[in-house]
């Protein structure tokens, strides 16, 4: 009778299972084995694809993946063959071989009831690689017990294999990939659940093993029957003999397995006195590159104003602003005359200028107060000199030729503080305005007619950039 894919596979799997129990039995126990540890992993369990595999009913199984939690402890054999033993607990609908629940029940359509499923297994893992790499693929395969609602137990074999990642000496992770298969065939309500298993575990050493002083390794030759002790060869000197070092040509150090303290960066510098060992550096800043302070992209050695954000065209330095007036260079269409930002950096034209000096205020015979025709004259002056804070204003004051020189000289200058003191009621700066009192003098009209004394009795307004 031709025997199922099902059970060839099984006594396969049974075969491969001796010859790797006979390899770890001559299997030499080195130093580099690893240490006694206790793990936790997160694994789902995985049905419908092994009912694939296995021909088994498809029915009702599309979802059955069901996560669970295992706790396991792993120990060294030798360099390359780990012992582990775990134990899993998850809650699921476990079907038989047919693909029926155990709970099934047809009468009220219940497609079955979660009970509690718990797996242990002993097995061996073989390394492909030593715990002192990185990454290392294992394959693995045992003996295992699954107990299903506390009735129903199923020998089984685990196989399978993964990756084991040294985070730090005796840590790892373990992302790994486990096929059960049952070992009993009782008919066609078997309790025979083939399921992948997918975890990914983590394991910390309980304890941690004395390694041996490679420094006092020797090898035992015998001559005429008579023990000889030779050191073994150690062809780089360095006290590590070479079935143990990594780079047997190269002296180097215990802690990095034979090789010279690494210089992961390639910048000459080596890791221990590297302060950034995963970045090319220099020795004057420790082994980091040059630092750049401000974050313009310029180093500090080529940076000019290493403090301050620039460009590299000015030497790590902000665009220049040569007059001063808060206008970069490269905005200022007049970058060494001190200008407005309204005015491109240039300063006032000269029409705003010339409309300053048309402005008159008129004052009635001893009069000092500011009439409101007045007002609105030297309101216009105002918006300029708002607009342009370069312009300064001197404010002349003047009288006709009634009455003596004093007097008229004090009226003129309190008519011109009058105008002032207008101007600054509006936010422009005491600085910008100078007062001056000039009486009688410098009169504009004839002071022989009434019409010509009221235009002499004025305030004028003359500008100047600062």
Known sequence: MTQTPHYIFKKTILFLLLIVINISSHSQNLNLKKAPSIGISHFVKDFPNAAKIFKLSLRGWENEKTPGLNGFYIKGLSNHFDFETSLGICN????????????????????????????????????????????TPYVSTGIGLSLYNWT???????????????IHRNYFVYLQTLLDLGLIKTGSKSATKENFNYSIGFSLP?????????????????????????????????????????????????KYHGCPIPDSDGDGINDEQDSCPAIKGVVKYHGCPIPDSDGDGINDE?????????????????????????????????????????????????????????????????????????????DSVVTILAKYPSISLEIHGYTDNIGGIKINKIISLKRAEEVKKYILSKGINDNRLEVKGYGMSIPIATNRTKIGRAQNRRVELHAKQQ
């Open 302 to 378: 080529q940076d000019s104003c290493p403090t301050i954000k620039g460009s590299a065209k000015y030497n790590g330095c902000p665009i220049p602003d040569s007059d001063g007036d808060s206008i970069n260079d490269e905005e200022d269409s007049c970058k060494y005359k001190f200008g407005l930002k309204s005015n491109h950096g240039c300063p006032a034209t000269n029409f705003e200028l010339k409309e300053i000096e048309k402005k008159k205020s008129y004052f009635g015979f001893g009069k000092i107060t500011i009439n409101n025709n007045a007002k609105a004259e030297l």
């Open 152 to 166: 129903y137990i199923l020998p089984t074999i685990p196989v399978g294999g993964g990756f084991q990642i040294n």
């Open 206 to 254: 309980i304890s941690s093993l004395k390694r041996i002083n490679s420094s006092h390794l020797h090898l035992v030759v015998t001559q005429n029957n008579n023990p000889i002790s030779s050191p073994e060869k150690d062809s780089d000197g360095d006290g590590i003999p070479d079935s143990l070092d990594i780079c047997p040509n190269e002296k180097g150090l215990l």
């Open 92 to 135: 699921t609908k476990y079907k038989s071989s047919t693909g029926y629940f155990y709970y099934h029940t047809p009468k009220n359509g219940n497609d079955g009831i979660e009970k509690i499923l718990i797996d242990a297994d002993a097995r061996i893992n073989y390394k492909l690689l030593t715990d002192r790499f990185l990454i």
